[in-house]
């Protein structure tokens, strides 16, 4: 078993920004691709963005592109979701989860193996 714990998420207002961090342990960090999701009240989970074993390659969803940045410390076993801009639409809980898929950009969450237990974030108006 692989355990994601995600920290940084809060209360912001609109143009603010936020960190948030996923820490793994339990499996070997750099067998799996990471990805952030989030999940707004009634409504179903969604991609944010994803980063390969290496960090060479990211991939992020088209509403949160040129805003959020992902970004991965292997020595650290962290994966970080640095979020710009923020806007009231992006108020979410925010999971961190693992995929075993290592070829190709993973935003499925049915391919994604190991989830965290998500952090709340808010953006006010």
């Known amino acids: 078993q692989m355990q994601l714990v995600e920290s940084g998420g809060g209360l912001v207002q609109t143009g603010d920004s936020l960190r948030l961090s996923c820490a793994a342990s339990g499996r070997t960090f750099t067998n799996y691709t990471m990805g952030w999701f989030r999940q707004a009240p009634g409504k179903e989970r969604e991609f944010v963005a994803t980063?390969?074993?290496?960090?060479?390659?990211?991939y992020y969803a088209d509403s949160v592109k040129g805003r959020f940045t992902i970004s991965r410390d292997n020595a650290k076993n962290t994966v970080h979701l640095q979020m710009y801009g923020l806007k009231p639409d992006d108020t979410a809980v925010y999971y961190c989860?693992?995929?075993?898929?290592?070829?190709?950009?993973?935003?499925?969450?049915?391919?994604?193996?190991?989830w965290g237990q998500g952090t709340q974030v808010t953006v006010s108006s």
């Open positions: 989860a693992a995929s075993r898929i290592r070829t190709i950009m993973v935003i499925t969450t049915s391919l994604y193996d190991y």
């Open positions: 980063i390969n074993w290496n960090g060479g390659n990211t």
